[in-house]
């Protein structure tokens, strides 16, 4: 079987999901494709930053916004001291907030939805195909599906296997991070600004590296 769009967007996620919002909004056919079923949840700090709010205004999600917890800028924690940082603006807003990802991306993609765009969701694809001046014109699925392209956005993540086949490296020798994420009640799930420890200590180690740059962003009470 074969199909196709004019243009394909590989991953749902809010990088996928925005650009395929605007395509369509400007009169592309876009198919998103993406090997997850959604909502889905990803490890992740669930923080907003000023520019992110900012693109999401633009998207049309102020007023889904409006209710939600506001920053006014960063503690940094750490070494001893403590220092408040607000958003600087003017550019972007002086918030910034915070959204567990099973909510923001399945948002941020039924907005692509709302826009025409139509969605391939639970299929992974596994190649790309090109054409003899090395454009792509077509991927292929795990289920064998060919699909037709005129343009291609890879948008599913920094370790993307598709990339990877395009020549995209990650840089994993020069950055290289490993996160962990878990939920919890507290009274200060209001504190009105995101909190970063820049060391974490144990018992046996005066400094743990492995684990410097823990962050809290306040999502619920």
């Given amino acids: 079987m074969k199909t196709g769009a004019d243009l394909v967007v590989v991953g749902a996620g809010p990088a996928g999901s925005a650009a395929a919002a605007w395509a369509a909004r400007g009169g592309r056919d876009v198919l998103v494709i993406d090997s997850a079923g959604f909502p889905r949840d990803k490890a992740c700090g669930d923080g907003l930053t000023p520019r992110a709010i900012a693109e999401l205004e633009r998207l049309g999600l102020g007023r889904w916004l409006a209710g939600r917890i506001r920053h006014h800028g960063l503690r940094m924690s750490g070494f001893g001291g403590e220092v408040e940082i607000a958003w600087p603006g003017p550019s972007f807003p002086a918030h910034s907030s915070a959204?567990?990802?099973t909510e923001l991306d399945e948002r941020i993609r039924k907005v692509a939805e709302e826009c025409g765009a139509r969605m391939l969701l639970g299929s992974k694809v596994v190649a790309a195909h090109h054409d003899s001046s090395r454009k792509v014109i077509s991927v292929s699925l795990a289920d064998g599906t060919e699909v037709g392209c005129g343009q291609l956005v890879v948008a599913d993540?920094?370790?993307?296997?598709?990339?990877?086949?395009?020549?995209r490296r990650w840089h994993q020798e020069t950055v290289y991070g490993i996160a962990a994420r878990g939920y919890l009640t507290t009274e200060r799930a209001d504190d009105p600004w995101l909190t970063s420890h820049l060391e974490l200590r144990s018992p046996t180690a005066p400094c743990c590296p492995a684990t410097a740059g823990f962050s809290r962003w306040a999502t619920a009470r």
Avoid: T
Wanted: no cysteine; glycine share 22%.
């Fill in 99 to 101: 959204v567990a990802r």
């Fill in 157 to 167: 993540g920094a370790r993307s296997s598709l990339g990877r086949k395009l020549g």
